[in-house]
């Protein structure tokens, strides 16, 4: 005979707040951290793996480390004046920003914009979505050589990315094995409009979830609620160009509100 669970299911969007709130407080009393971080997932077969390391193309770290090396000159070349800082942090964030492969995976301080990723963004890719909730503190005390196991800032904290992984082709001795969780500057305005972070995946390619299964929990969006949750993203400001700050978006967002086809 089954033994029947324990587990409520959820059926509104306040029991999976409620739901949020319990994986975190069960994060918070492994590390003490009470901030973690929010991931959004449209499909929930998706892994938490950086575009870069998505390629089936590379079949080894040296081709890994070339093709990093050859998107970042790449880009630095052909984009010119463009970039406005010479720092290759920067420079990072800059390509994550706008679609090309990098090792970087964006997370956010905002619940409302995960869901969002979840569940409006590519409206036409959901599939059984859901949330990563993840222990920023938690992981970085993976790599205390690193971090000191708390939550840096690249720019003052480590080494130039150029230096880490670029300059030789190679990792050098100052890369993690696992992936490491870090506040940018937010010199973008991406950055400031989705409240965004970013984990960074060093020598182990394995998927975040994977490699360190302590630090991060996966949240199901149940179907019955997604209706109601997209609503209230709507109702609260929630849209393409209050997410992505460019023409662009902003162009899209005017044709989607007056339903123009």
């Known amino acids: 005979m089954k033994r029947k ?8 969007f306040k ?4 739901e949020v709130e319990s994986k975190k407080m069960l994060l918070t009393a492994r590390s003490g951290y009470e901030f973690p971080l929010f991931r959004g997932h449209a499909d929930g077969s998706w892994k938490l793996e950086p575009t870069l390391l998505r390629s089936k193309n590379l079949k080894n770290m040296r081709a890994l480390f070339d093709q990093e090396s050859a998107f970042f000159y790449d880009f630095i070349n052909k984009a010119g004046h463009r970039i406005a800082s010479k720092n290759s942090w920067h420079t990072l964030f800059t390509m994550r920003h706008h679609g090309v492969p990098t090792r970087l995976i964006d997370w956010t301080e905002n619940l409302f914009v995960a869901l969002y990723f979840a569940l409006i963004d590519n409206p036409e890719q959901v599939k059984r979505p859901c949330i990563w909730v993840m222990d920023p503190s938690l992981l970085n005390k993976k790599s205390p050589k690193q971090t000191g196991g708390y939550i840096v800032n690249p720019e003052y904290d480590l080494h130039e990315y150029f230096d880490l ?3 030789e082709c190679k990792p050098n001795n100052h890369v993690p094995s696992h992936p490491i969780a870090f ?6 305005d991406r950055l400031i409009a989705q409240a965004g972070l970013f984990t960074m995946h060093g020598t182990n390619e394995r998927p975040l979830n994977e490699q360190v299964p302590d630090c991060a929990v996966r949240i199901d969006i149940p ?3 997604i209706p109601e949750i997209q609503l209230l993203l709507g109702v609260s ?3 393409k160009f209050s997410i992505y700050q ?16």
Do not use: M, Q, W
């Not at 669970?5 to 509104?12: E, G, H, L, P, R």
């Not at 506040?183 to 973008?188: A, I």
């Not at 460019?246 to 086809?261: M, P, Q, W």
């Open 5 to 12: 669970s324990d587990k409520k299911a959820i059926t509104s």
């Open 246 to 261: 460019d023409f662009d978006s902003l162009a899209k967002y005017l044709k989607e509100i007056y339903h123009f086809v």
């Open 183 to 188: 506040y940018p500057f937010r010199h973008h």
């Open 15 to 18: 029991a999976f707040v409620e």
């Open 223 to 225: 179907a019955a609620i």
């Open 237 to 239: 400001g929630f849209n």
């Open 165 to 167: 992984f670029c300059k």
